[in-house]
């Protein structure tokens, strides 16, 4: 079956860090993978997304790259904020209908 | 835009009651909405899509007895505990699609059985 493995939390990061959130995946043939993000009080909210082997998918400073030979889907972000402190999942859809989430890691940014 | 609320956002009921959520699309239609389940530290499980006046399609493992699903507008799905038991405390998270496949998520609704 599909299933998403991510780095557990929580993480603390000081303003300007470099932040990296490793995630893992195991599905049959080629998913979509996603990033989400959860701000506190807020549903999740897309965050970036690739559809193919070697696609990145950024937004808001954040990229991951999809990496079919070691399926993985890792986070990055060079230099963090403040108001980037929230939950992060990383999901991924064979069908990009239905979403497999991994269990999120809690990010929190020290001014 | 793009705006999915929850109501209620937390609820606490006796054991053996019924709850309802209800997740709503404000400012666009959804022709599918999701229901989710989330435990403390665990990643969200689905519990169900729903089409717009359809029945409900479950996944394994959900009782679609215990978990009623109503999707009777194209704005609106509800989301029915029945019988609740302290078992079935838990993070509820909706989200709905317009079309294609992107999924806009509630804020959730944390729901406590005593």
């Known amino acids: 079956g599909n299933s998403v493995t991510q780095m557990e939390g929580p993480v603390t990061l000081s303003e300007e860090a470099f932040l990296t959130i490793n995630c893992t995946y195991t599905a049959t043939g080629y998913p979509s993978l996603f990033w989400y993000v959860q701000y506190p009080g807020e549903g999740l909210q897309l965050l970036l997304k690739a559809t193919k082997a070697d696609d990145k998918g950024s937004n808001k400073g954040f990229e991951a790259t999809y990496r079919k030979e070691t399926t993985s889907f890792h986070l990055e972000k060079g230099s963090v904020q403040v108001s980037d402190s929230a939950v992060y999942f990383c999901a991924l859809s064979p069908d990009d209908y239905k979403l497999s989430f991994g269990a999120g890691t809690t990010v929190t940014v020290r001014a | 835009g793009a705006v999915v609320s929850q109501h209620p956002s937390r609820v606490i009921c006796k054991s053996g009651t019924s709850v309802k959520i209800e997740c709503r699309s404000l400012d666009f239609q959804a022709t599918t909405m999701f229901w989710y389940r989330q435990f403390p530290k665990k990643s969200l499980m689905l519990m169900a899509t729903?089409?717009?006046?359809?029945?409900?399609?479950?996944e394994q493992g959900v009782e679609k007895d215990k978990f009623l699903i109503n999707h009777a507008s194209l704005t609106l799905s509800t989301l029915t505990v029945t019988s609740a038991h302290p078992e079935d405390s838990s993070f509820y998270i909706c989200s709905a699609t317009p079309s294609g496949n992107t999924q806009y998520f509630g804020p959730g609704t944390r729901l406590t059985v005593l």
């Open positions: 729903s089409n717009e006046g359809s029945k409900a399609t479950y």
